[in-house]
């Protein structure tokens, strides 16, 4: 039975619920891993990672009884912020001056990005138009692509960026060069996200730009100034925790498979989207970066 739901503010209230509900079975999964015999010797950020995918496994569920797979989307940026409060209170970090900088820099994207949503978000009678289409377009699949494509693998991609984060909170030092440029480009792309999300409400205010192209601000140098912020943040982190530890360099993989999610699949998803309803988009693509903002190329 799928449960419908037409008052947004209902809508929240739900969301809030079904959050708090996979927090606590995400504790407990978490509990019952770390706390086992058998995994005695499992690393802490096995145990995390566990719980992650249970706490997922919640929205998910919930996403089907309501019959919207956008349950899901808040959890991109409130799972992160909850993750790394637990790594510090379990570790006893001490609050250094770089365990501050990576909680403000977690902060300040997780509560910008959280925020975004909520007003954009129109309750759980509207679903990502991304989710309609991969529905329609493949429906004997959408099982799995609802699951793992929508819920289980984001969910993996961000505990991947989010890795460098637990190994540069705790270290005793200074803040160097390397910590203090990666915090830098941390605030500085929240920042870029939202200047471009601002640009983009305004262009799409005006009804005169219905069916043009944004051509403005951030826009006109970079076709996705918002997913280029949203890749640089995690580089941001990355290069926070190699000022911090820098023997553990492999967790460079969490923010490579994060710029891979977005140039080969969130990035031509929406840009397959943007052509089918403006034909200038074309035209467009062919001046404008696609990713890292750049001098635009003139036309022949």
Not at 180 to 202: E, Y
Request: glycine share 6%; charged share 10%.
């Amino acid at each position: 039975m799928q449960i419908r739901v037409k008052s947004r503010i209902t809508s929240f209230l739900l969301i809030l619920a079904i959050y708090a509900l996979a927090f606590f079975i995400g504790l407990f999964v978490f509990n019952l891993f770390n706390n086992m015999h058998v995994f005695n010797n499992m690393h802490v950020l096995v145990s995390f990672f566990l719980a992650d995918i249970a706490a997922t496994l919640v929205v998910w569920g919930f996403g089907i009884l309501f019959a919207n797979s956008s349950v899901y989307d808040p959890y991109w940026s409130v799972a992160p912020i909850v993750i790394l409060a637990f790594w510090m209170i379990i570790r006893g970090i001490s609050f250094t001056i770089t365990d501050i900088l990576f909680l403000v820099a977690i902060i300040v994207w997780a509560v910008r990005l959280t925020l975004n949503w909520a007003i954009r978000w129109k309750g759980l009678n509207h679903q990502d138009w991304r989710y309609v289409m991969l529905k329609e377009k493949s429906p004997r699949l959408w099982f799995l692509t609802n699951l793992i494509g929508i819920n289980v693998m984001p969910t993996i991609i961000v505990f991947l960026a989010l890795i460098p984060a637990y190994f540069g909170i705790g270290p005793e030092g200074t803040v160097n060069n390397l910590t203090a440029i990666g915090f830098a480009i941390c605030i500085g792309s929240a920042l870029i996200q939202s200047f471009a999300d601002k640009q983009m409400d305004f262009f799409r205010k005006n009804k005169s730009f219905k069916n043009l192209c944004i051509d403005k601000g951030l826009w006109r140098y970079s076709r996705h100034p918002n997913y280029f912020g949203e890749v640089s943040f995690w580089w941001g982190i990355w290069l926070m925790q190699m000022g911090v530890i820098p023997q553990i360099w492999v967790t460079v993989i969490g923010p490579v498979v994060m710029t891979l999610l977005f140039l080969f699949i969130s990035i031509p998803m929406m840009e397959k989207y943007i052509l089918t309803s403006k034909s200038s988009y074309s035209s467009y693509q062919k001046q404008v970066s696609m990713l890292i903002p750049w001098f635009r190329t003139r036309q022949q």
